[in-house]
């Protein structure tokens, strides 16, 4: 008999526990977290979804990860002219901003494929069934979500039904219910996933979309497909870093730490270690800015701009006393990730989102689900690289890690917020791996974000209050435009990780940010 330790992280509490439920009966890595996606998807609807995409990264013991890109493209009928026309371009909510097919399913679909223990769907959904039908608490994550789209969604019929009370924004401590929602996930359970896409599922889903002029239709939920990737992979002194390739900022994330690792020092104070990540990103983020979009529509290798002689280009360029101008625009999003390890050492590193909060707020009446607006990542400038196309997946924030340590351990980890992602990877890697915090402290202490943000005009540093304190006016000298905001601010993401030492046992936390816990169980067999 020997005991494996079994790991689960989450941002809401009872995600995690559905998923560290499924670890502890013996169940995959990849069984615990498509219960756990399922039940997030009931607990936190203004950040992920049955409507919305997926990226895994399934790293199994002694083998090399795998990917899933399970996001959607366009529309078929998703043409440049026609929102071209439109006066809103492409819109903020409504049908036209569903545009885009959910993977996220699909994905759910693949990952059980590949890592299974032959758990039923049944087993897996049980608990988002049960908490759909019987009522969630709503959190303070959920009522500020509620609040700060309530006017951009409030006019959205099916929304204002099931997300608002009395036409009013949620408040925390309330109840609400999906009943439709949680008869589409017993539906599932009993005809299986593919019923999303090719069964009398898709049908219904089809069918709402076009009745609110989504210009989705049956074929493209009859032609969709989540598909295998290959990692990218960077080597650093400290071990080997894996993410998503295109049309993910996985690469942006990679390069942040290569960046940095050809910087770091152990002479170095806190503040040069903020300084060289955040111009880091800026390096990182000029060169996603400028490749990144669907993989069908790029010429170059991306695992191209890890190489060793490209990497020490970009650190060549860094300035270790002064800050580079920052005139980036960011992109907006909210998303859950979530990692799980279970008793054979397999780890997966989960993220799924609808993009904004509540994605297009179109909510179909049928099946309680609540439908992605990624399309609003599209330009509809003809010469840009993501610029809109029928079939055309847009660019994604979406990006989760995984790393393999010199001295044998492995790590997941990732986080929401958009922009912020691969901001606060390399803040949590830094600070665990090379500054020899513990795990729970890389991830709780104070953070920064680089970048726009909803309801900002300028690109500025933004620092909590704690790290603002300590660092704000040293790194004002060094030509960071800094600001402050609250400690625990949800802007700075919802992160976690999960890391396994090459005895088995393992360390894991969440983010104080979120509504989330992690879980650790011992797997006796």
């Known amino acids: 008999m020997t005991d494996k330790q079994t790991a689960f992280t989450a941002p809401h509490y009872l995600a995690a526990q559905t998923g560290q439920r499924i670890l502890e009966s013996g169940g995959t890595a990849c069984e615990a977290m498509v219960a756990a996606a399922a039940m997030i998807t009931v607990q936190y609807p203004h950040m992920s979804g049955l409507g919305g995409d997926g990226f895994w990264l399934i790293a199994k013991a002694g083998e090399r990860p795998v990917a899933i890109d399970a996001s959607g493209p366009a529309a078929a009928g998703a043409t440049l002219t026609s929102y071209q026309q439109r006066a809103d371009g492409i819109p903020e909510s409504g049908g036209a901003a569903a545009l885009t097919m959910a993977g996220a399913v699909a994905g759910w679909q693949m990952a059980l494929q590949y890592n299974h223990s032959g758990l039923g769907l049944e087993a897996l959904l049980g608990d988002a069934i049960q908490a759909a039908e019987a009522g969630i608490d709503v959190t303070d994550s959920l009522a500020f979500a509620s609040h700060k789209t309530f006017a951009r969604l409030q006019d959205e019929p099916h929304f204002n039904q099931w997300y608002l009370t009395d036409s009013m924004p949620l408040s925390a401590g309330e109840q609400i ?22 069964g009398e599922l898709a049908k219904r889903m089809a069918d709402d979309l076009q009745a609110v002029g989504s210009p989705l239709q049956l074929s493209d939920f009859h032609e969709y497909a989540a598909r295998w990737c290959e990692p990218l992979t960077a080597s650093i002194s400290k071990g080997q870093l894996y993410n998503l390739g295109a049309p993910t900022q996985g ?16 002479n170095m104070l806190e503040i040069d ?18 490749l990144i979009t669907d993989p069908q529509c790029m010429s170059e290798e991306l695992q191209d701009y890890l190489a060793p002689d490209h990497i020490e280009a970009l650190a060549q360029a860094v300035d270790s006393n002064q800050a580079a101008p920052w005139p980036h625009v960011a ?29 297009s707020g179109v909510v179909l009446p049928q099946t309680g689900i609540v439908w992605n607006c990624r399309g609003k ?3 509809l400038d003809d010469r840009h690289h993501n610029v809109l196309a029928p079939r055309k997946k847009p660019f ?5 890690a995984y790393a393999e340590l010199n001295d044998g351990r492995r790590m997941v980890y990732g986080t929401m917020g958009g ?12 600070r665990y791996v090379y500054q020899n915090e513990t795990l729970q402290d890389a991830v709780a202490k104070p953070r920064w974000l680089l970048g726009r943000t909803w309801g900002t005009a300028k690109d500025n540093l933004r620092l909590e209050q704690g790290l603002y304190d300590t ?20 802007v700075m993401g919802h992160a976690g990780a999960i890391m396994i030492c090459a005895n088995g046992t393992a360390q894991a936390t969440s983010d104080p940010r979120s509504d989330g816990t992690y879980l650790l169980g011992d797997f006796h067999g």
């Not at 660092?471 to 949800?490: C, F, I, M, Q, Y």
Request: proline fraction near 3%; aromatic fraction near 8%; glycine fraction near 8%.
């Open 377 to 379: 990542s599209f330009s």
């Open 273 to 290: 270690h903020v300084h060289c990540l955040v111009e880091a990103t800026k390096q990182a983020f000029i060169i996603r800015d400028r």
């Open 251 to 266: 690469l942006a994330s990679l390069l942040i730490l290569a960046i940095y690792d050809r910087l770091v020092n152990d």
């Open 177 to 198: 219910a999906n009943v439709a929602l949680s008869k589409t996930l017993q539906h599932i359970a009993h005809s299986g996933l593919d019923d999303f896409y090719h």
């Open 396 to 400: 994604h924030t979406l990006n989760p």
């Open 419 to 430: 922009e912020g992602q691969p901001q606060t990877q390399g803040c949590l890697f830094s």
């Open 471 to 490: 660092l704000g006016a040293s790194l004002k000298k060094r030509g960071h435009d800094v600001t402050v905001v609250p400690n625990n601010n949800e």
């Open 331 to 359: 992109k907006p999003g909210d998303t859950v990730w979530m990692g799980a390890c279970d008793k054979d050492g397999t780890m997966v590193s989960y993220i799924q989102s609808l993009y904004w909060e509540f994605g």
